[in-house]
């Protein structure tokens, strides 16, 4: 059983605090992607449960071990890291099998697992070249074969293909999740590409700021978020905002039109929507076209609402052009609504 549990974990650097008290549960075998942007606290939380950082408050838990005062190596964890350390003067062959051999595995299951891995990274017409004789993209992925290859209990990884080209990425991103899958690891997976995260995770505990802020499946962080913060940050383009005040119990008035939404308690929320969740129609939001972006499958048109800003994607068969006017018309069950003092989301 390798469930991780992080009971009330925080970090300070000086007066600093990259970690607010963080609670959360990976599941034996689960694949958990921590997303967020650039310093939330992502590759901390990460070194913390590795053992290559202290926490400055709080529990870790492996099974039924707690490892937080554990040297990393009595961790039972295999990490690849940012800065994924490849020996130079060793093979890509020796690289992999560098932890089998420590571990003392027969020589035919050393190359076993090295040939698998090697496979599966696509690298293994490099296994005899040295890895100082690699591109960054390559020792990445020895990296990644190494940890593979111990087929451990937990396995962390830290942006493991951020210096691969798209297409291979994407590649690699399939392998990965493949072979994670059929393996009996559990896995924690940090990243700020959202569709990495999207693609590759059971769940994905999205951060901000040194606070975890929601953690779900894919479906219901990208459907339902917990806060304001969810929605902007995860698709592409982001959720709309569009101010909306009290017309009535359970009504508002959005854009001068008045709308079914929640009883909150407060005269003033927001109302949000996903730029793919309007449709053309009649009274719909009243949007003035400003920029028109063909992407191909969709036209991303951005529209002024009364001086808000409303991006919607149409169909690319659609002829539109600044200064149209456009009704735009919310589809009722993807409308979603924020309180804008807390930022959460207000059901
Ligand atoms: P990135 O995606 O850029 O790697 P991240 O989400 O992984 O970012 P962290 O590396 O966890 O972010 O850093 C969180 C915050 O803590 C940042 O503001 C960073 O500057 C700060 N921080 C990290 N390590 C230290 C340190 N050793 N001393 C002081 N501040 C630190």
Redesign the pocket.
């Known amino acids: 059983m390798a469930e991780i549990r992080i009971k009330n974990v925080a970090k300070q650097?000086?007066a600093?605090t990259?970690l607010h008290s963080v609670d959360m549960t990976i599941r034996d075998r689960e694949f958990m992607v921590l997303l967020?942007?650039?310093?939330?606290?992502?590759?901390?939380?990460l070194r913390i449960i590795a053992g290559l950082e202290t926490p400055s408050q709080g529990e870790v838990w492996i099974g039924d071990r707690r490892v937080d005062k554990l040297p990393p190596r009595e961790r039972g964890i295999a990490m690849v890291f940012?800065n994924y350390a490849v020996f130079p003067h060793l093979t890509v062959f020796e690289n992999i099998a560098f932890g089998l051999r420590m571990a003392k595995l027969p020589q035919s299951e050393v190359d076993r697992r090295v040939k698998r891995t090697a496979e599966l990274m696509h690298i293994e017409q490099l296994l005899k070249r040295y890895s100082g004789q690699l591109s960054g993209g390559q020792r990445q992925r020895v990296a990644v074969a190494r940890a593979l290859a111990m087929e451990p209990d937990v396995i962390l990884m830290d942006?493991p293909l951020s210096n691969l080209d798209a297409l291979l990425r994407l590649e690699m991103r399939a392998e990965l999740k493949g072979v994670l899958a059929e393996s009996k690891t559990t896995t924690i997976y940090?990243t700020?590409d959202q569709v990495e995260a999207m693609s590759l995770a059971d769940r994905i505990s999205v951060?901000n700021g040194?606070y975890i802020v929601q953690s779900a499946d894919p479906v219901e962080v990208y459907r339902n978020p917990a806060a304001r913060f969810v929605g902007s940050f995860i698709g592409n383009p982001p959720m709309n905002f569009l101010p909306a005040t009290r017309a009535g119990t359970n009504q508002w008035t959005v854009a001068g039109r008045v709308v079914p939404g929640p009883n909150a308690p407060r005269d003033r929320i927001e109302f949000a929507i996903r730029p793919e969740d309007m449709r053309l129609g009649e009274d719909g939001i009243p949007a003035t076209v400003r920029v028109v972006e063909p992407l191909g499958a969709h036209t991303l048109v951005t529209t002024d609402v009364d001086g808000s800003m409303l991006r919607a994607l149409v169909d690319s068969d659609l002829s539109v052009a600044p200064g149209d006017h456009l009704s735009l018309v919310p589809q009722p069950d993807r409308v979603r609504w924020f309180d804008p003092e807390t930022m959460e989301a207000v059901r």
């Open positions: 650097f000086g600093f990259a967020g942007a650039s310093g939330c606290g992502k590759t901390t939380l940012q942006e940090v700020h951060m040194g």
